[in-house]
């Protein structure tokens, strides 16, 4: 890989310079009184980006993954009830890690390339009458389809059935690049991670906690040491970790949170909804589809691009990346060879997204589909000059 090239995977993301550099610091004692001064501006920062009053924020030296394990140890206990939506590889491994925690998941299958069925999950919790079930888990953004889910609707089914339960959501390719509303929706516990919307390199799992929750917790008897929020909250109250703090990294979140709030979280979904379109119009003038079936469910952070049949759709990301060193990603689980993804969150402009684009056809071109050389990039540019121009209107 030629790393003057920007990826096109759906994490870990391009780093702006001022987060890298921020990565980059000497050794500093985490005791001193120093860390406080990073510590806490990436506490609020998340706060903010979760667009969240009183969330407690939590930052642990993981990945998304411990992110999910965090949200469930430490609200759950063995043999409670959870509700969950599989429509895709991420929300397939969330429910396979509940399983393996010994919860009784109650599984609404979904066809891949849907959203969250939300009239199942109010059929559920209607029929739930004795409250059993304990949280209802949501992917906000399947990054294996490009498909969204109604987060809002999910709080709207759990309302309408006057059922109690958490609702625990994973923003792992959605927080910091798609609209994110922790407090409006009534989430309680929201799980990302550093190597996505907040631009840094893998090594940290963020998560936003509600009150609800945080009660939930003081009497959920699921096994937790390394991830327990109790130790952690003792620890921040002291400005510090009850182990050692991944100090660069969370340096590297306060900036990035800093870039974010900069540019104003309302301009950076529309970045990302600008990018995104950009990418949609490209794949209908290549005369491709998605893999997300209707408008309302298009994810502005990444898409799965389906391939005719009979073509292996994983060819154009091993041709690209050997011939054009660019990263795009593949296909996963069910879809393994009928997708190929396009990333397009984190620090991306039209420019770069215009590379993306080129290359993509090119490989396309040399693998003998029938697009047109820049049919797709056409279509981009004609969609980013106007959406550039009105959003740069809008903004002054
Ligand atoms: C990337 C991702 C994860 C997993 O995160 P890791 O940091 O790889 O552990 C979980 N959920 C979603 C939706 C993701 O995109």
């Known amino acids: 890989m030629n790393p003057q090239n920007p990826v096109f995977i759906p994490g870990p993301t391009n780093m702006p310079e001022a987060v890298r550099l921020a990565c980059h610091m000497p050794t500093m004692d985490h005791r001193s009184p120093a860390f406080a001064d990073i510590l806490h501006p990436c506490l609020d920062g998340v706060r903010h980006v979760l667009k969240s009053e009183?969330?407690?924020?939590?930052?642990?030296?993981?990945?998304?993954?411990?992110?999910?394990?965090?949200?469930?140890?430490?609200?759950?206990?063995?043999?409670?009830?959870?509700?969950?939506?599989?429509?895709?590889?991420?929300?397939?491994?969330?429910?396979?890690?509940?399983?393996?925690?010994?919860l009784d998941v109650q599984v609404v299958e979904v066809p891949w390339g849907r959203g969250i069925d939300v009239a199942a999950y109010e059929e559920a919790l209607r029929a739930d009458t004795g409250h059993s079930i304990k949280a209802v888990l949501a992917t906000h953004n399947e990054t294996a389809t490009g498909v969204k889910s109604d987060i809002a609707g999910v709080r709207r089914a759990l309302d309408a059935a006057g059922h109690p339960a958490l609702l625990l959501v994973d923003g792992v390719s959605s927080i910091g690049s798609m609209d994110f509303r922790f407090d409006e929706w009534g989430v309680d516990v929201a799980v990302t991670g550093s190597q996505k919307g907040f631009m840094l390199p893998a090594g940290l799992a963020i998560l936003g906690i509600s009150e609800k929750a945080v009660r939930a917790g003081a009497t959920a008897t699921l096994p937790r040491t390394y991830f327990d929020t109790a130790d952690m909250s003792k620890g921040y109250a002291a400005n510090a970790f009850p182990y050692t703090p991944p100090v660069g990294l969370m340096n590297g979140l306060k900036m990035s949170c800093g870039l974010l709030l900069d540019e104003g979280l309302e301009n950076v979904f529309a970045r990302h909804h600008r990018m995104a379109e950009g990418v949609r119009r490209a794949v209908d003038a290549w005369g491709l589809e998605l893999c997300a079936e209707t408008p309302e469910v298009y994810s502005d952070s990444v898409s799965a691009i389906r391939t005719p049949a009979g073509f292996d759709a994983t060819d154009i990301v091993t041709v690209a990346a050997r011939d054009y060193d660019m990263a795009f990603g593949v296909g996963l689980g069910e879809v393994a060879g009928k997708v190929f993804r396009i990333g397009h969150l984190g620090a991306l402009t039209d420019a770069m997204m215009l590379s993306g684009l080129g290359v993509a056809e090119m490989v396309m071109v040399d693998l003998g589909l029938d697009v047109t050389l820049g049919s797709g990039v056409a279509a981009a540019q004609d969609y980013y000059r106007h959406g550039n121009a009105q959003q740069k209107a809008a903004a002054e």
Request: hydrophobic share 40%; with cysteine; aromatic share 10%.
């Open 54 to 102: 009183s969330a407690e924020i939590f930052i642990f030296p993981s990945t998304g993954t411990g992110g999910w394990e965090a949200a469930l140890s430490n609200t759950l206990s063995p043999g409670d009830t959870v509700l969950a939506a599989r429509n895709g590889v991420f929300s397939h491994r969330w429910i396979d890690m509940c399983q393996r925690h010994g």
